[in-house]
C-alpha cells in the first residue's frame, strides 16, 4: 500500500505542474490577443487541478497523508 500512495503523490505533483504549466500557456496567449487559445488552455489548466483534488480527496478519505508539491 505505501507504493501505491507514493505514486498517488508523486503523480499529485505531476497534476499539478501540467495546471501550472496549462496556466502559463494561457497568460501568454492572452497577452498575444489570442483570447480563444487562452481560454482553452485556462480549461486545460482547471482540469488537471480537478484531477488533482479528486487524488487529494482520495487520499485523505483513506487516511492517508497527502504530499502537496513546493
Not at 503523480?11 to 487562452?38: C, N, P, V
Not at 489548466?45 to 497523508?65: F, P
Request: glycine share 4%; no cysteine; proline share 1%.
Amino acid at each position: 500500500m505505501k507504493d501505491l500512495i507514493k505514486a498517488i503523490n508523486g503523480h499529485l505533483a505531476a497534476e499539478f505542474q501540467a495546471s501550472h504549466t496549462y496556466l502559463a500557456m494561457s497568460i501568454w496567449l492572452r497577452k498575444k490577443d489570442l483570447a480563444g487559445f487562452s481560454s482553452y488552455m485556462l480549461a486545460k489548466s482547471n482540469e488537471e487541478r480537478g484531477h488533482a483534488s479528486r487524488m487529494i480527496a482520495y487520499l485523505v478519505d483513506s487516511d492517508e497523508t497527502v504530499e502537496l508539491p513546493t
